[in-house]
């Protein structure tokens, strides 16, 4: 096992000041600031894109390079600066043995705080060493977590690296994901008649039952390698009034990005059925977040993080999520990314936690992959 000499009391104070920082998504403006002035003092002055102004935030995405004496071509590492709500007011508790949660009113940021403090440590002891390495990219996005709207703001032609750690996947230290989903999200907006209930119903035309007809038929959880929800529903005015408009939501996630496609047509025609039998209109939006990516398990950047892993005795598992990332767009623009766990636990939730172990060893994995002659 390769020993790093990992500074635990300076990670645990970098993760517990980017904790303290309020992050919500489009909000991120504290954490973008103190990135920049982190990165600027380890040689690698952050360059702020336009995402702000263009995805209604107050804080871009910060790319960086430092540059490497090693002949070798760069590697991107990127996180997200955002946090789930609710992500204001964050505090750390730091337990006993070593576990680090939140005071439980808010989450406690691991996702992707972790990620960052676990960044800037291996950039730190690469400083401080004086260690040869390759050209590093770095890539801190906003406003991940509302499906990765940050980094679709993002010029990619401005990365130089083909191959890339989105780290930002829960679970044990060693995991990492090689394949995530399509994400497609659907809106159906039906429009009828209104007229009064009580009066004159049948000069109604009833929206509430044209949708509610269209959801039962909407094929519902898994389905095949995919999953569809309908999430929210909202139509109707007053319960005398027969409602003239009904609105639903939903999701659609699916491996094989045809079959999402393919499940989103069927929801139009279905919603278009529906609307025809009650005499109503409907209008069917469908909006694309992420692509569905795999990336080969023998392909070189997941040989490298293998080899990382082993060195540090660590069990290098391979795995799916059904979740998006912004490796998603990264493999989307030509560059082979992997998301490896980085000691987040419980993530979108105020139970939210980490530990002092899984924070240091995802320090040193991060600077074992800098560091990589391979």
């Not at 996180?79 to 204001?88: L, Q």
């Not at 291996?122 to 990765?148: K, V």
């Not at 795995?319 to 419980?346: K, R």
């Amino acid at each position: 096992m390769t020993e790093i000499p990992v500074n635990q009391s300076r990670l645990i104070s970098l993760f517990g000041q980017l904790v303290s920082l309020d992050s919500p998504s489009y909000g991120e403006r504290a954490v973008g600031d103190f990135l920049a002035e982190k990165l600027a003092s380890l040689g690698a002055p952050p360059q702020e894109d336009d995402a702000a102004s263009r995805i209604g935030g107050n804080c871009g995405n910060l790319h960086a390079l430092l540059d490497g004496e090693e002949p070798l071509p760069p590697l991107l590492f990127c996180a997200h600066m955002d946090t789930v709500e609710p992500s204001c007011g964050k505090k750390m508790l730091l337990s006993e043995d070593g576990t680090i949660t939140s005071d439980g009113t808010t989450v406690l940021g691991a996702d992707d705080a972790a990620a960052i403090a676990a960044i800037l440590e291996a950039l730190t002891l690469l400083r401080e060493n004086d260690l040869p390495h390759r050209p590093i990219e770095l890539l801190f996005t906003a406003a991940e977590e509302p499906y990765c709207v940050g980094i679709q703001a993002f010029d990619f032609s401005k990365l130089a690296s083909k191959e890339a750690y989105v780290f930002d996947l829960t679970g044990e230290m060693g995991a990492a994901a090689i394949q995530a989903p399509t994400i497609l999200s659907f809106t159906v907006t039906f429009s009828g008649r209104a007229a009064h209930a009580g009066f004159a119903p049948e000069s109604g035309i009833h929206a509430v039952r044209a949708a509610a007809c269209a959801i039962t038929q909407i094929p519902s959880g898994r389905v095949a390698d995919s999953t569809v929800n309908v999430g929210t529903i909202s139509g109707g005015t007053a319960n005398n009034i027969v409602p003239d408009s009904c609105c639903f939501t939903g999701e659609i996630r699916s491996y094989t990005d045809s079959h999402a496609v393919d499940l989103l047509h069927q929801i139009k025609q279905i919603a278009q059925n529906a609307a025809e039998q009650f005499g109503a209109s409907v209008d069917v939006q469908g909006n694309r977040h992420v692509t569905a990516y795999q990336v080969a398990s023998d392909a070189p950047v997941v040989a490298r993080y293998r080899h990382a892993c082993e060195q540090l005795g660590l069990n290098p598992t391979l795995c799916s999520t059904f979740g998006g990332s912004d490796n998603n767009h990264l493999v989307l623009h030509g560059i082979q990314g992997i998301v490896p766990a980085t000691a987040m636990f419980q993530c979108h939730t105020c139970h939210e936690y980490t530990t002092i172990s899984d924070l240091t060893t995802a320090a040193k994995l991060a600077y074992s992959l800098m560091t990589s002659k391979e």
